[in-house]
């Protein structure tokens, strides 16, 4: 995701070929979130790769037909195709995002230490389940961190979002629409993802997340490298809100590397 109508990176309409550059120039790495709707060209992803540098961070969601329609069961042809779609990102595939659905429970776990037992180990893998067992039942976590093998565990915290009533119509909509996910905050690799979803209010998405910047600044003294995906109901401040939330986890750890600073905006001109 690196396109939003709230979002004016430059005082002119962006080409689409120019508008994963402008948000490059802003934040180091982007949810493949389209990727969940189809498998994207080759072609398609190699101008993803053009308009990005070698260390930029794609975590990229297979498509539905293999998680959600297949349930990771006889879908080998729909991987291949998308790890050869992928193939032109290079270092830049940071992981591949196993996105699963809320009816994705314990008694599934078999089927996905399968799938991920058959899984090149040239990429990443990086799992995000919604069934709240998962959660809430110490077995069935264990379980599930057994079948993960070497994969990650992707933590998607709505808490902040659901611990008061909505506001606006982007928050009435999301209300019925994001998953209530009980909050979770262990890593079990070097590259832990963490998805965090706020409010509207600003403010209060910074209030919410004070409790990752504690547990990312933990993990980069461990040494570990996180990736963190900022995101609101309407997301028009999401690439800001990910710049400050990185400056307050870089207010803690002055040698954590910059943000790119991204090209002033040239006024427009008559001539």
Known sequence: ???????????????????????????????????????????????????????????VKLPKRVTHERRLTDAGGDVRAFLDAIEPLG?????VWIQL????????????????????????????????EFFTDPGAARLLEAALGGAEWVPFDTTAFFAAPPTSDAERDAWTKKPRMPLRTAALTDRPIVRYLGRDDPDRTVEGWQRWVDVVTGWLREGRSPTVFVHTPDNTDAPALARRFHDEVRARLPRLAPLPEPEPAEPLTLF
């Open 1 to 59: 995701m690196w396109t939003h109508k709230a979002w004016r990176f430059s005082p002119q309409p962006l080409a689409a070929h120019e508008r994963l550059r402008a948000y490059a120039g802003r934040c180091n790495a982007v949810e493949g979130n389209t990727t969940f709707y189809a498998t994207p060209a080759r072609d398609t992803v190699a101008s993803w790769a053009q308009q990005t540098d070698p260390g930029f961070r794609f975590v």
């Open 91 to 95: 270092p830049r595939a940071h992981a």
């Open 101 to 132: 659905p809320g009816s994705f429970g314990p008694g599934d776990v078999d089927a996905l230490a399968r799938f991920l037992r058959r899984m090149p180990p040239a990429h990443r893998y990086a799992v995000e389940v919604r069934h709240p």
